[in-house]
T-cell receptor, first 117, second 112 residues
């Protein structure tokens, strides 16, 4: 299947700092990327849908000013957790798709484990 | 959005077939059934998907009932590396961006 690369795999930061996570589609152009968050022993929760060249669409309850998403090219989307706090500590996972229809398979990155001290 | 119901957990003996059921009784005609799995602390891995016909690939087989209200994922010869959480997801219609909404999934434990 297609490869989605996510970087970094793990990050530890101090409370109040901002953290940027990158998601790249390595062998295909991704018109749509998705960002998920997963807390321990829970399922993945969709945070937002990122479309190349346009503003991200956030799920209900997700603060857009807190989680900044940029999808500047067809192979790269970034998630910036601004002014991170300990409650933002979580496993963040991105996925990428060549299209936005139900026929298009989403491929996932390996995830980024964020720990905020 | 169509919801899915899966057993919380299942065990399977190594080398035997693992049959993972999924109920999606409210599925719409244009919604696909997708299966992903997540091995501990990794991103989900795509397994297979289908609309109404049975599907098979190198990883698994997907059996969808004729009324499309349920499906079964079959891992023909389970190995210890197949231990993971398996998610059955009904893909929302295209005009909602093709989002994947994950439920709780089935935690499959393959035992020696």
């Amino acid at each position: 299947g297609a490869v989605v690369s996510q970087h970094p795999s793990r990050v530890i930061c101090k409370s109040g700092t901002s953290v940027k996570i990158e998601c790249r589609s390595l062998d295909f152009q991704a018109t749509t990327m998705f960002w998920y968050r997963q807390f321990p022993k829970q399922s993945l929760m969709l945070m937002a849908t990122s479309n190349e060249g346009s503003k991200a669409t956030y799920e209900q309850g997700v603060e857009k000013d807190k989680f900044l998403i940029n999808h500047a090219s067809l192979t790269l989307s970034t998630l910036t957790v601004t002014s991170a706090h300990p409650e933002d500590s979580s496993f963040y996972i991105c996925s990428a798709s060549q299209g936005a229809t139900a026929k298009n398979i989403q491929y996932f990155g390996a995830g980024t484990r964020l720990s905020v001290l | 959005d169509a919801k899915t119901t899966q057993p919380t957990s299942m065990d399977c003996a190594e080398g035997r077939a693992a049959n993972l059921p999924c109920n999606h009784s409210t599925i719409s005609g244009n919604e696909y059934v997708y299966w992903y799995r997540q091995i501990h602390s990794q991103g989900p891995q795509y397994i297979i998907h289908g609309l109404k016909n049975n599907e098979t690939n190198e990883m698994a087989s997907l059996i969808i009932t004729e009324d499309r209200k349920s499906s079964t994922l079959i891992l023909p010869h389970a190995t210890l590396r197949d231990t993971a959480v398996y998610y059955c997801i009904v893909r929302v219609a295209h005009n909602q961006g093709g989002k994947l909404i994950f439920g709780q999934g089935t935690e499959l434990s393959v035992k020696p």
